[in-house]
């Protein structure tokens, strides 16, 4: 009689495998049933002209989006005192003056409160 019993090592070993195998096709399971429930299961499947409105840009000078990229752009501030816009670069000495909490602004703000409260 030849019986084929297979070593310990070898049972284990298929037994690691076959979990293995059935973690991955459950995984894939969830993974198609999630995109079927949210709705994006189907979008792999549009032309390559349509993709191209949605591809990601890496390119120097430009966002993610192939826009021309201005970080200056919306770096503005509102002085509270005079209401002027002022580049955010430029604000702090300008608040200094408009306000006369620097060494020379005093001077230059009493003279600008005084021409306001004359008129």
């Not at 970080?71 to 509102?78: A, I, L, R, S, T």
């Not at 005192?81 to 580049?87: F, V």
């Not at 020379?104 to 008129?119: G, H, T």
């Amino acid at each position: 009689m030849n019986i084929n019993v297979c070593p310990p090592w070898q049972a284990l070993a298929q037994d690691i495998l076959s979990d293995l195998v059935e973690d991955a096709c459950l995984g894939l399971c969830f993974e198609v049933h999630r995109a079927v429930k949210q709705g994006y299961f189907f979008l792999d499947d549009t032309d390559q002209e349509s993709m191209r409105d949605f591809e990601i840009v890496d390119q120097p000078g430009l966002d993610v989006f192939g826009q021309v990229y201005n970080q200056w752009k919306n770096k503005e501030c509102v002085c509270p005192n005079c209401s002027r816009s002022i580049a955010a670069s430029r604000f702090a000495p300008h608040l200094e003056k408009c306000l006369g909490m620097g060494r020379n602004s005093s001077r230059i703000a009493n003279r600008r409160f005084d021409e306001k409260s004359a008129d």
